[in-house]
């Protein structure tokens, strides 16, 4: 259930700051982003077999710097859309964070 809710939040989170297309609050949202990562990496992935989210990782990250979205034919809403990939890729990169974390104390530990 924990799951669902940090996805929601990420899912909402994401919208609002794509569609202002402006930082909102002083990057209070960015920052919520990167914790509501943190926590759905530490809860929702195993570290151990981490390697189909890294791969969408991967694929939502080189999207969003891409700008596949932000055509010509798209102008204003891909412009929006593509505001939203972007955030959604800090909460995918966050997570990678609490994977390496978890990975590196597994292998700490033994």
Do not use: C, F, H, W
Request: proline share 1%.
């Amino acid at each position: 259930m924990a799951v669902r809710i940090i996805v929601g939040l990420v899912a909402l989170v994401a919208i609002i700051q794509g569609a202002a297309g402006a930082p909102i609050g002083g990057g209070i949202l960015t920052l919520a982003l990167v914790v509501l990562g943190l926590i759905y990496g530490a809860i929702a992935i195993d570290a151990e077999d981490a390697t189909a989210y890294l791969a969408v990782t991967i694929a939502v990250g080189a999207a969003a710097s891409a700008n596949v979205l932000d055509q010509e034919l798209l102008d204003t809403l891909g412009d929006r859309l593509d505001a939203i990939v972007d955030q959604v890729s800090i909460a995918l990169y966050a997570a990678v964070i609490s994977i390496l974390v978890r990975r590196a104390i597994n292998r700490l530990k033994g």
